[in-house]
């Protein structure tokens, strides 16, 4: 059984940082590309960042310089470090595991449950 196990979400400050932890449990972690979206209430789940297999890594433009996103195969681990956090940050992020069997195959997605990121004064 594939589990996603996120954490490190809570309540922060403008301008304050937190880091985002996702523990892979079922999976060959390592050749898997692992992302986090976010989803604010209302809207649609949105990419924030990716890091493939390789460790290269996608940004979404609003966490560019802002957000670093890192993987830990050994502890089949992927993290997302968030500084310089703005209201419009907040929402629920969710971790992504995703793997293709071929280039053009459909991939398979698993998600974890989500954590709550709440940016406010």
């Known amino acids: 059984q594939v589990q996603l196990v996120e954490s490190g979400g809570g309540l922060v400050e403008p301008g304050g940082s937190l880091r985002l932890s996702c523990t892979a449990r079922g999976i060959i972690f390592s050749i898997h590309r692992m992302g986090w979206y976010r989803q604010a209430p209302g809207k649609e789940r949105e990419l924030v960042a990716h890091?493939?297999?390789?460790?290269?890594?996608t940004y979404s433009d609003s966490a560019k310089g802002r957000f670093t996103i890192s993987r830990d195969n050994a502890k089949s681990t992927v993290s997302l470090q968030m500084n310089s956090l703005k209201s419009e940050d907040m929402g629920v992020y969710y971790c992504l595991a995703e793997r293709r069997i071929t280039s053009t195959s459909t991939p398979i997605r698993y998600w974890g449950q989500g954590t709550q990121v709440t940016v406010s004064s």
């Open positions: 890091i493939s297999s390789e460790d290269f890594t």
